[in-house]
């Protein structure tokens, strides 16, 4: 129990970053948010700022000692804003005070004036003035040209996905403390604690060994806190090194909406060729992605949707290309799935549309297209223990789709007002860090002479239970009660050159790292034990219930008696572990390789109903089946599946965000932005893990859970369309996401 997370959690137990208050002479910092999209710097006076109440210090880009660049993969963001300012929300000066309200109060009397510029704000238009991120990237197999005129029919069109808001429930938070000889410790809600000491170390001119990032957990991340976390951090940073006193900043629920990024949103071409017997031969598309105003992770994100192009389909022609494109909005960052699902929605769009065209229901489509071992992607990789078939037939039959279908059918001869519909959502998510380098992790184990254990690992904690699955995994290996196990927080003195908790990998890669950790201290102990025991070696040897067993029997020998043993044998108890992904690598030269450890694989069966008065939409069920491999822990695999679920029908159905002209994020509250709430969440999930499947590629045979059920959610904006199609056949559908009620309304009320 008391190994759980949500024990202290429940008992409000659990400190988060902005819990922790318990340091001496502690300031609070807060940063002046740009007001324009796009302007030069004409004047920035601090002084009279400097003079308000409480107010230790207020900082610009002159007061940072080292490099004023926090860009990760390219080098093109400031960490304060330098002559222009590129969105609104950039920061443009620091202030340090007393309080959170005397800091923002200094920053309000911070003399800024800008000389407006041009600001652009869609992608199109970035990409027609060539304002990008980087090259665009092709990915490619067979010839698509050549497929064409072989098609009976092609259908091409447009294609748009809205952005998304995290609302993780912790605002971004950081904590920074000077130390002795020259040294900073920073606390922060980060998932990439590596990320934050490295550019921490960037912007202060030290050497990263003076900085010492810890982690304790998160409320939540969802990717924003995969890179956006460390522009606050550093703020903190910058602040606290330069006053010789702790600072913490925490943004505000308004603040994090305005001024942190968010999923990408794309807009993209498409162009599908199917056979007569209804094969997509060829699909070509183009994907615009709205990067907004600096790097960030834009380029990786863009690359995952090129991977996930084909989504779970078998495609021979294939021309997908990828262009990120600058505009001035806040950086758009990481988000469950990556790029995947912007992805998938094109694809899943192009399907829906070839399916009318040629009078069938898009599953019909869907399934004779589905991937089946030994298929290859666009990328070169081949499908290994594909299971893309099986999910499918298992949710046709488990959930009756048959039944579900008729019960629609006859929903909709009885009533005129409302309408339903149906959809299936395959998802083929692939499981690895798409940089190959990212593919691995550390740990470090202890063993007290007491018999307890501390388990380090470079994961973070942020609410789905990977410390729990690092855990069971350590306590399995050991052959011990998870009752003596404790799991650290993640530091990066104690695990150094840490991945990003992100990916959907942070069970994969540190569990791994931990199994390794301590079956090295299970192989120590069982040759001392094997000396004990008089037994010739340690072959015959386990550690099972805490105890040693000899050939299937238990002997005498118990944990704490074998621990106590090795210390007074000066037998190391203690254990550094490294693990990186085998057989994986990827080149970009040629677009090709084998990126992926393994796929995870789903199928979803949606349904929704549409009030054909009011255009309310409802989502009545998401019923999926799963593939977790063999879980680590079931209970928190299903947590993830709802979630993710639910996060991505909001992603499809309500969550959108407007922006002014002038690139003002309107819709920041949660009055504004719509979440999905427990009266919009599909009234029916049931999740259903596919039985009997391990998977040799992970940890335990265990699966990746993170990512990939989000994508389920996409199932939701097609049976929308097909129960609007029952109301107007003939009508021409939206694809543009979200489709919102007062889309629905509108296009029921056309001309
Ligand atoms: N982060 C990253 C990710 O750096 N590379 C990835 O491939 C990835 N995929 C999903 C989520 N975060
Ligand atoms: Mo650490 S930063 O407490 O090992």
């Known amino acids: 129990m008391k190994q759980n997370d949500i024990y202290f959690h429940a008992r409000g137990e659990s400190l988060f970053t902005d819990d922790l208050d318990d340091f001496p002479g502690l300031l609070h910092a807060a940063a002046l948010p740009s007001p324009l999209a796009h302007g030069r710097i004409a004047r920035l006076d601090v002084e009279a700022a400097r003079r308000m109440p409480g107010v230790a210090a207020v900082f610009t880009a002159a007061d940072i000692p080292g490099e004023n660049q926090i860009g990760g993969i390219i080098p093109d963001e400031p960490l304060l804003a330098d002559r222009e300012v ?64 072989a098609c009976s029919l092609v259908v091409a069109g447009r294609v748009d996905s809205g952005g998304q808001e995290h609302l993780y429930l912790e605002t971004q938070a950081a904590v920074a403390v000077p130390g002795e000889k020259d040294t900073l410790r920073v606390i922060s809600a980060t998932q990439s604690p590596a990320v934050v000491q490295r550019i921490t170390a960037r912007v202060l001119g030290m050497p990263m060994s003076q900085v010492a990032v810890e982690v304790f957990r998160l409320g939540g991340a969802f990717g924003g806190k995969e890179d956006q976390a460390t522009a606050w951090a550093v703020l903190a940073a910058l602040a606290a090194r330069r006053l010789r006193r702790p600072v913490k900043l925490v943004l505000n629920r308004g603040e994090d909406m305005r001024l942190t990024g968010k ?88 399907i829906f549309q070839a399916a009318e065209k040629l009078g069938l229901d898009a599953a019909a489509l869907q399934e004779k297209n589905l991937l089946s071992e030994g298929d290859g992607f666009p990328y070169g990789q081949k499908v290994k223990n594909c299971r893309a078939r099986r999910c499918w037939d298992e949710a046709v039959s488990s959930f009756d789709l048959a039944g579900a279908r008729a019960r629609v059918r006859a929903f909709n001869v009885a009533n005129a007002l409302s ?111 094997a000396e004990k025991l ?59 390789g084998e990126p992926f450890a393994y796929h995870v694989f789903g199928t979803a069966i949606v349904e929704a109903t549409i009030d054909g008065l009011r255009g309310t939409c409802t989502v009545d069920s998401v019923r999926a089946v799963h593939d977790a491999g063999s879980s680590l822990n079931p209970l928190a695999d299903r947590g993830q599946a709802e979630g993710g679920i639910v996060q991505g029908v909001g992603w499809m159905t309500l969550e959108e965000l407007l922006y002014s002209p002038k690139g003002r994020l309107l819709t920041d509250t949660l009055s504004t932005y719509k979440v999905p709430d427990i009266r919009t969440a599909p009234a029916e999930i049931d999740v259903r893990f596919l039985q009997d499947a391990p998977n040799p590629a992970a940890v335990m045979n265990s699966k990746a859970v993170g990512e990939p059920p989000f994508m389920y959610g996409i199932g939701a904006y097609f049976a929308l369309l097909a129960a609007m199609r029952a109301f107007r056949p003939g009508q021409a559908l939206p694809y543009a996401a979200p489709l919102t009620n007062e889309k629905v309304l509108a296009w029921l009320e056309e001309k």
Not at 277 to 299: C, F, H, K, M
Not at 478 to 484: H, K, N, P, T, V
């Open 86 to 149: 590129h969105f609104i929300g950039q920061p443009v000066a620091l202030a340090a005070a007393a309080t959170p309200l005397l800091a923002r109060r200094a920053l309000a009397a911070v003399e800024l004036e800008i000389e407006e510029l041009p600001a652009v704000l869609d992608p199109r238009q970035a990409a027609a003035e060539n304002l990008l991120i980087s090259p665009a990237r092709t990915f490619a197999c067979g010839d698509v040209e050549q497929a064409w005129p």
């Open 263 to 350: 999923r990408h949103p794309y807009s993209s071409d498409f162009k599908i060729g199917l056979d007569g017997a209804g094969r997509i031969l060829a699909y070509e598309v183009t994907y615009y992605q709205n990067a907004g105003a600096a790097a960030d992770l834009s380029p990786a994100i863009l690359e995952r949707t090129l991977f996930h192009a084909t989504n779970s389909y078998r495609i021979p022609n294939v021309k997908a290309t990828g262009i990120s494109c600058r505009t001035h909005l806040p950086p758009f960052t990481a988000f469950r799935g990556f790029g995947g699902p912007q992805a998938m929605f094109v694809l899943e769009a192009a």
């Open 419 to 529: 309408k339903k519909g149906l959809a299936l959502m395959p998802v083929c998510f692939g499981i690895s860090f798409t940089s190959t380098h990212l593919n691995q992790a550390g740990a470090l184990v202890h063993v007290y002479t007491d018999g307890s254990v501390s388990v380090s690992s470079g994961a973070v904690e942020m609410g789905q239970g990977v410390n729990n699955k690092i855990l069971r995994v350590a306590a399995r290996t050991l052959g011990i009660s998870q009752a003596r196990l404790r799991m650290e927080s993640t530091c990066t003195q104690r695990v150094a050159n840490t991945s990003p908790t992100a990916a959907s990998t942070g069970a994969d890669l540190n569990g791994r790292a931990v199994e390794l950790a301590c079956a090295e201290i299970r192989r120590r102990l069982l040759r001392l034990a």
């Open 534 to 592: 008089s037994s010739a070696d340690a072959a015959g040897l386990a550690i099972r219930s805490e105890t040693v067993w000899l050939n299937g029997a238990a002997t005498d020998l118990t944990w704490g008696k074998l621990v106590q043993a090795a210390y007074f044998g000066r037998v190391n108890l203690s254990a550094q572990a490294h693990y990186a992904t085998p057989g994986i690598h990827f080149d970009r030269t040629r677009e090709k």
